[in-house]
């Protein structure tokens, strides 16, 4: 596994678990339908939130919520879509971004609620 997937599924573990911690139930990872892949899809009350998870070991290049792009939020409002319908999915739903930043053995979460349409 290379060290670039090694992160990601790091920083994933630890948005997740960071989700749970605030009451969030995960019903998907890594959900993938057709081009559309999406990180985290996890409930809380009435709330279906589908997560972009941007993990990052440092922030010389920029945050990690700056690379979420429109390309990539489309692709993400498209498989939210596809869930619900699947879901029948009758609730609220929200898009959220979930930034990491690993140091070392330490972290940081960055929760970014309602972060984009």
């Known amino acids: 596994m290379s060290d670039k997937i090694k992160t990601g599924k ?3 573990d630890l ?3 960071f989700l749970m911690e605030k009451g969030f139930t995960v019903l998907e990872r890594n959900y993938r339908n ?3 892949e999406i990180d985290l899809i ?3 009350g009435n709330w279906l939130v589908f ?7 440092s ?3 920029g945050y990690p919520e700056e690379f979420v792009d429109y390309n990539k939020k489309k692709m993400i409002f498209k498989g939210a879509l596809e869930y619900m319908y699947e879901k029948d999915w009758q609730g609220n739903v929200r898009y959220d971004i979930v930034a990491v930043n ?3 053995n330490n972290y940081k979460i960055h929760h970014i609620e309602d972060a984009f349409y």
């Open 51 to 57: 997560v972009e998870v941007k993990t990052r070991t």
């Open 15 to 17: 948005a997740a678990a």
């Open 34 to 36: 057709k081009k559309s």
């Open 42 to 44: 996890v409930s809380k």
């Open 59 to 61: 922030i010389t290049f």
């Open 102 to 104: 690993l140091y070392g």
């Open 10 to 12: 790091e920083g994933e």
